[in-house]
């Protein structure tokens, strides 16, 4: 196992050979002029004798572009030094253009001619004979920095399959989009892991996927041949506003920097009856329902004072999901200071003062467990809702596991 970069615990030095950008600027130039580049580039470029000879299988979707936005799918599909010989493709697809939730089908890609594993389909886990043929597999997707999307598990059953079929793993890594210092919310019981949360982290874990990974493999147990390709110069406080890299969406619910930053929160909606906002424009950052008087409580919110959080009384028709068709009235969360925000607190604090003025109306979803357990991690904090306790009553009960998972993730950060 190792990582490739060099780099101290603020920002990375030079690296030692260079591609050339269509701009004219090497990988050294723009690491030295303070940019932030993808660890694509870097593996394209300094570090490119990682794939030469090789037959590779690619796991990415459309974040997985260089720093002038050009697809790792093209990109690598033109080399003549490696053979790109498989893609593969999470929830939402290689392409991105399945919706949250849809089966993905095996396929073959239409740009290159390559078949197009799905690894949200009829399986979830590379089969060997998805894997035969390949001598290494390369992970390259935009993470949100949320314990319940995907994307790392999918990362996770992709490294299980290759320690299974003696495949090595790279992980050509990025940027945490919201920052890798906040670390929030209860660590996942591993009694309730799932797809939307495989291994006990918090809800917000501020690491990056190649950290993500360097623990899984390490501390979990998986074992693989890992690889990590770090990112140049990003700093752990640096979100994706200050990277100056671009902004593609990680899914089809995930349009902007905004919404990434209130997912973590607002995610534990999806486990009630109350709307995500999800089928309009800004999913996640609207919360509602037919029955919720938005004044009221747009009004109760903000006096709670939550830091850099501001909520405003919405209404809104969601053309698909729940509620669809239907006149919903909410809040739309608005963040008045990222560093500040605490998405966590945030989505927790709608869902205590809905579930007290609307206790007749409102519901978590059944299950067994229900699917709120399975993205809070936790039985508890659904008891703790319902029962209204408050906030930081909640928050205090998180924080003994909290704390020993920061000890952990302080042994794995490149960054």
């Known amino acids: 196992m190792q990582f490739i970069g060099t780099f101290s615990r603020r920002s990375f030095v030079g690296l030692a050979t260079a591609s050339v950008f269509a701009t004219?600027?090497?990988?050294?130039?723009?690491?030295?002029?303070?940019?932030?580049?993808?660890?694509?580039?870097?593996?394209?470029?300094?570090?490119?004798?990682?794939?030469?000879?090789?037959?590779?299988?690619?796991?990415?979707?459309?974040?997985?572009?260089?720093?002038?936005?050009e697809s790792a799918i093209n990109r690598m599909a033109q080399a003549r030094d490696f053979k790109l010989a498989a893609l593969f493709g999470p929830e939402h697809g290689v392409r991105g253009d399945a919706q949250a939730g849809a089966a993905v089908a095996d396929r073959i890609d239409a740009r290159t001619g390559l078949p197009a594993y799905s690894l949200y389909g009829t399986t979830r886990k590379p089969t060997p004979a998805m894997l035969a043929g390949l001598d290494v597999l390369v992970f390259d997707i935009q993470d949100i920095g949320a314990r319940f999307y995907t994307y790392p598990w999918t990362l996770a059953l992709?490294?299980?399959?290759a320690r299974e079929a003696g495949k090595g793993v790279i992980v050509a890594d990025r940027p945490n989009p919201i920052g890798g210092i906040r670390v929030e919310g209860p660590v996942l019981d591993p009694a309730l892991a799932s797809f939307v949360g495989a291994?006990?982290?918090?809800?917000?874990?501020?690491?990056?996927?190649?950290?993500l990974a360097l623990m899984v493999n390490t501390d979990f147990g998986i074992g693989c041949d890992l690889t990590v390709v770090t990112c140049t110069n990003w700093r752990r406080p640096d979100d994706a506003t200050q990277t100056r890299l671009p902004w593609v969406p990680p899914s089809p619910n995930m349009p902007t920097i905004d919404t990434a930053f209130i997912y973590p929160g607002t995610c534990l909606i999806e486990g009630t009856n109350l709307s995500e906002g999800r089928g309009t424009t800004k999913?996640?950052?609207?919360?509602?329902?037919?029955?919720?008087?938005?004044?009221?409580?747009?009004?109760?919110?903000?006096?709670?004072?939550?830091?850099?959080?501001?909520?405003?009384?919405a209404w809104f028709t969601p053309s698909f999901s729940k509620s669809?068709?239907?006149?919903?009235?909410?809040?739309?969360?608005?963040?008045?200071?990222?560093a500040a925000f605490a998405p966590v607190d945030a989505g927790i604090a709608i869902l205590l003062d809905v579930a007290r003025h609307h206790n007749k109306d409102f519901s978590f979803l059944p299950g067994d467990p229900p699917f709120f357990d399975k993205l809070a991690g936790v039985s508890w904090l659904r008891e703790a809702i319902l029962a209204g306790e408050s906030l930081d009553a909640i928050k205090t009960r998180w924080q003994p596991e909290l704390t020993a998972f920061k000890l952990k993730r302080a042994r794995r950060l490149l960054y």
Not at 199 to 211: A, D, N, Q, V, W
Not at 324 to 338: F, K, M, S
């Open 199 to 211: 291994y006990p982290i918090p809800i917000r874990h501020g690491m990056t996927l190649g950290e």
């Open 283 to 313: 999913p996640f950052e609207l919360i509602g329902a037919p029955f919720i008087d938005a004044h009221g409580l747009a009004d109760r919110l903000n006096q709670r004072n939550l830091p850099g959080a501001h909520f405003r009384p």
């Open 324 to 338: 669809q068709g239907q006149l919903c009235a909410g809040v739309q969360l608005h963040i008045t200071d990222r």
């Open 158 to 161: 992709m490294m299980q399959a």
């Open 24 to 69: 004219g600027a090497s990988v050294t130039a723009q690491a030295r002029a303070g940019r932030v580049v993808p660890g694509l580039d870097v593996l394209l470029g300094p570090k490119r004798g990682l794939l030469a000879g090789k037959r590779v299988g690619l796991i990415t979707n459309p974040t997985g572009v260089t720093v002038k936005l």
